[in-house]
């Protein structure tokens, strides 16, 4: 038995602890991920089996079928069987990477998925890295001159945008700067990902021109949320002895904020901000719809219309899988941060 220096009077540490605690610490978490996965499998495959509608009627809506035709297309797609069955099914499928085969379009779900994800990546990626740079900037000035105007004036916006639907902050963009109101024209397209008729640099500034109100609008309600975690984080370490030793050793005031406050404050950031990464993948269903943005949440939308269970079993599994391997590795980032986590 050993007596660590620095610890508690009495409190005695079993030697190799320290170099067993984070493979733990790793064991759990990685344990937990997969466990999360399993739940997600079993969640998607009977959580859109209460959707109304029929999938068959719904493909055949206006189109003269027999209901020996009907029954084809149900044992086609394999909806006579039990749903025991059926679930068996989707699941050893799933584990090996076959989502199924979309009712709507006919093709893989897989295929689907990758075609529009990297509209989705670019769009909601953009928006990521913009508004967390902008909310740990603001929030960090906030809360380090608290109860002053500029604390009270983001403080407000903040609380303001973010209780604001992210659709009709779109839509009313859309009034705004894409139609047009009173003097002010419309300077952006209303929606789509690009005009059709542009290459080469052209092409790459014809997107960049039809991503701004979606960035936008997305940018306005993330760094909203970031702001107001990072301030919060921020004010609770504010009162913390370390930082008074630290100026009390003639430190600056804004190294006192940069190299001992900031750090300890992020852990509350650094999870929401790699759940943000982890909607990446999901991007934002309500926005991609109101911009006409063909990525993955347009995709959500067509599917769920339908219903087409393949592909909205799909979809929910990539959402939630990227979710989960995002926690996992803010989880991991944690003992990097703070060493006292994992042990």
Known sequence: MTTT???P????????????????YLAGRLGGAAVSLLAVLVTSFFLFRILPGDPVKAMTRGVPTSAGQMATLRRQFGL????????????AKALTGDLG?????????????????????????????????????????SAWRHGGPG??????????????????????????????????PG???????????????????DVAHHMVLPVLTLVAVGYAQTLLVMRASLLDEM????????????????????????PNALLPTVTMIFINLG?????????????????LGGLFYQALSVPDLPLVQGLFVVFAGAMIVMNLLADLLYPLLDPRVGR
Not at 9 to 24: D, E, I, K, L
Not at 81 to 90: A, R
Not at 239 to 262: C, E, I, N, P, Q
Not at 284 to 293: A, G, N
């Open 5 to 7: 220096v620095g610890s």
């Open 80 to 91: 006579d069987l039990p749903l025991w069955q059926q679930f068996t099914d989707y699941c």
């Open 187 to 205: 300077l952006f397209p209303t929606g789509g990902m690009e005009s059709g008729d542009e290459t080469g640099p052209a092409y790459v500034l």
């Open 239 to 262: 009162g913390g002895d370390y930082l008074t030793t630290a100026r009390a050793k003639g430190l600056r005031d804004d190294l006192v904020r940069r190299r001992h406050a900031v």
């Open 101 to 141: 085969m979309s009712y709507q379009f006919r093709a893989p779900v897989g295929e689907l998925i990758a075609d529009k994800l990297p509209a989705t990546l670019l769009l909601t990626g953009v928006a990521v890295v913009l508004y967390s740079a902008v909310g740990l900037w603001l929030g960090t000035r």
């Open 9 to 24: 009077a009495g409190v005695a540490r079993r030697p190799g602890t320290t170099a067993t605690a984070y493979p733990r």
């Open 151 to 184: 604390d009270k004036l983001n403080t407000g916006v903040a609380l303001t945008l973010w209780s604001v639907p992210s659709f009709w902050l779109g839509l009313l963009l859309i009034i705004v700067f894409s139609v047009g109101v009173g003097p002010v």
């Open 279 to 295: 909607h990446v993948a999901a991007g934002s269903i309500l926005v991609e719809t109101v911009f006409s943005w063909p990525g």
